[in-house]
Structures are given as C-alpha cells and as structure tokens.
C-alpha cells in the first residue's frame, strides 16, 4: 500500500495538472504497476467513507422506526455501494476505450482519476461531518455539498481533459462517465440493499 509521502507526491502531479502544466504527469507512475497501485486510493479514502457513512446512518435512523437495524451489515451495504460507484466507470470505460479509439490515454486516466477521488472524498466528507458535530447545520451542508460537488465535476474534467490530450469533447463524454452512472446506480442499489430512507 502507498505510504503517505507517496500518495502526497501523487497528489503534487494531479494538482499541476489541475493547472494544465505537463509536468504533472512526471509526477505520477504511469506504468501498468502504477495503474494498479492506483487503486489503493480507496482505502486512502476509508476514513472519510467512515464519516460520510456514520452521517447517513443518523439520516436513515431520523427517518425510520426507532428499532431500525443499523449495525455492521448496514456499513457493508454502503460499502458496496462505495465500491460499485468507484468501479463502474472505470469498467464502462475500458468497455468503450476501443469503439471510441481512445484506448491510448486509458490507462492515464484511470490511474489520475484514482489519486483525484481521494482529496474529492475528504472534501465530501466535510459536510457530513458537520451535521454530525451539529445537526441543525443540515441545510448549510447541504449547499456546501452542492458546492463540493459541483467543483469534483469542474475539476475531473479538467484533469480528464489534460489526460486525454486536452480534446474537449472526449474529456466531456469520459467526465460524464465518471459522474452520471455512479449516482444512477448508485440510488438504485442503496434502494435494493435498503440503506435508503423509506
């Protein structure tokens, strides 16, 4: 698993590249060990899953009978639902890298994408947090999470954009990738696995 320092020298290239300068991607490890070290990012992310997690819990429970059950099983259900959102755009995306032709810059991609999830995860986790430490703040977290969310998109396009040669196009369609399914299935699943409120 990436040490700290590592993942922090990741996150130096992601941000160069957040700021369009090529030199960004000397930063990352771009080979195929690379890719596959890239997706250690999701347990770098546990800790915030953790408290996004522990927030949503306290939303369903305000929302159901009081002897609801919410124990480990529920946590593991919101993990597979964390796991799927991860994966299915990745798995949808090498699907189509070879129809579309844009096979060259998946492995890119990927492994950027990877590294981004991590600082867009705690940043995700910040207005969960605060309705933990205070409840009444839910609506204020709730535009914050808006906001947060709306700045994830802006900021994967750009660094799709810079992975995939800076073509806008192609940078929009993998973007909407990343973005639209997840939340799809994402709500369909938490309805199946019953982690929604009813």
């Given at each position: 698993m990436p040490g700290l320092d590592e993942v922090l020298?990741?996150?130096?290239?992601?941000?160069?590249?957040?700021?369009?300068?090529?030199?960004?991607?000397?930063w990352l490890d771009l080979t195929l060990r690379g890719l596959t070290r890239s997706f250690w990012a999701f347990v770098w992310c546990l800790p915030a899953f953790a408290v996004i997690w522990a927030s949503w819990r306290l939303y369903y429970l305000a929302s159901m009978p009081a002897e609801t059950p919410t124990g480990l099983v529920f946590f593991i259900k919101l993990l597979v639902v964390d796991i799927a959102g991860w994966l299915l755009p990745l798995v949808l995306l090498a699907a189509l890298a070879r129809p579309l032709g844009y096979g060259k810059y998946l492995a890119t991609v990927v492994t950027a994408s990877n590294w981004i999830a991590v600082p867009f995860a705690y940043a995700a986790a910040i207005p969960f947090a605060l309705t933990l430490v205070l409840p009444t703040s839910a609506p204020f977290a709730g535009l914050l999470l808006y906001a947060v969310f709306g700045a994830s998109v802006v900021l994967q396009f750009r660094l799709v954009w810079m992975c995939v040669g800076k073509q806008t196009l192609?940078?929009?369609?993998?973007?909407?990738?990343?973005?639209?399914?997840p939340m799809i299935v994402g709500q369909e699943l938490q309805r199946l696995l019953g982690t929604l409120p009813g």
């Open positions: 020298y990741y996150l130096t290239g992601i941000y160069l590249l957040l700021k369009q300068k090529q030199e960004g991607f000397g192609l940078a929009a369609a993998m973007t909407a990738v990343f973005v639209l399914p």
